[in-house]
Every structure is written in structure tokens, then in C-alpha cells.
């Protein structure tokens, strides 16, 4: 079966850090670009960040940068969002996706290019 499997989420204090991560099965997940989404309510759903198929290029949104770090472990099919200094605004429910081929620049791609999804994981950050 072709899926991703994201785990992770939870509650955590403005300030704390949080680490969600992301299995892949059904296809080989050196060959995409990956990414990490998320989505308020209320809100359309943004790209957070991705990574290239070789790690060589990475992409964060300006209002995660220097907070977040996207990785990725090609043989164990897995890709991690490392979370710190997690703030009330970073609340949102969170999407691991994968992007077939290799990408100079991945922040140029949509939403719509990414063709794996993960279920979804809420990350609350409140006092």
C-alpha cells in the first residue's frame, strides 16, 4: 500500500520543542522531493518547509525559519520535522507530503505537485 504515516503531534507550552515524523511504504522515497504543510482554521493550508532528494537544497517559510529544521533519512524511508521554540501561531494541523523528481528550488512547487499525503497531525502549542 502507498501511504505515509505521520506521528508526532500533540500538545506542547510556547517555548517547547516537538518532533514529527514520517514514514513512507509503497514507494521509494529517495526519488521525491519532500515537504511539510499545515493548515489553521480558518486558513488555507501552507507550505512549511521542504527538502530535495539529495538534501543539497531546503526551503522554510519566513515565519518558521531558524525555528524548524526538515530532514530526511532515505533509507529508512522516513522524513522528520524538528519543531523548536514553538509559538501559539505554529497551532495547526500538520502534513508530511512527497514530490516525484528532483527540484533546484522546491519552495517553487504547490501543493497540487505533491501526489503522497500524510493523514494530518495536530500540534497545539498553549499555556
Known amino acids: 500500500q502507498v501511504q505515509l504515516v505521520e506521528s508526532g503531534g500533540g500538545l506542547v507550552q510556547p517555548g517547547g520543542s516537538l518532533r514529527l515524523s514520517c514514514a513512507a511504504s509503497?514507494?521509494?522515497?529517495?526519488?521525491?522531493?519532500i515537504g511539510w504543510f499545515r493548515q489553521a482554521p480558518g486558513k488555507e493550508r501552507e507550505g512549511v518547509s521542504c527538502?530535495?532528494?539529495?538534501?543539497?537544497?531546503?526551503h522554510y517559510a519566513d515565519s518558521v525559519k531558524g525555528r524548524f529544521t526538515i530532514s530526511r533519512d532515505n533509507a529508512k524511508e522516513m522524513m522528520y520535522l524538528q519543531m523548536n521554540s514553538l509559538k501559539p501561531e505554529d497551532t495547526a494541523v500538520y502534513y508530511c507530503?512527497?514530490?516525484?523528481?528532483?527540484?533546484?528550488?522546491?519552495?517553487?512547487?504547490?501543493?497540487?505537485?505533491?501526489?503522497?499525503w500524510g493523514q494530518g497531525t495536530q500540534v497545539t502549542v498553549s499555556s
Open positions: 507530503a512527497a514530490s516525484l523528481g528532483y527540484r533546484d528550488n522546491c519552495a517553487t512547487l504547490l501543493a497540487s505537485d505533491f501526489q503522497k
Open positions: 509503497g514507494f521509494n522515497l529517495r526519488y521525491y522531493t
Open positions: 527538502l530535495s532528494t539529495t538534501k543539497s537544497s531546503s
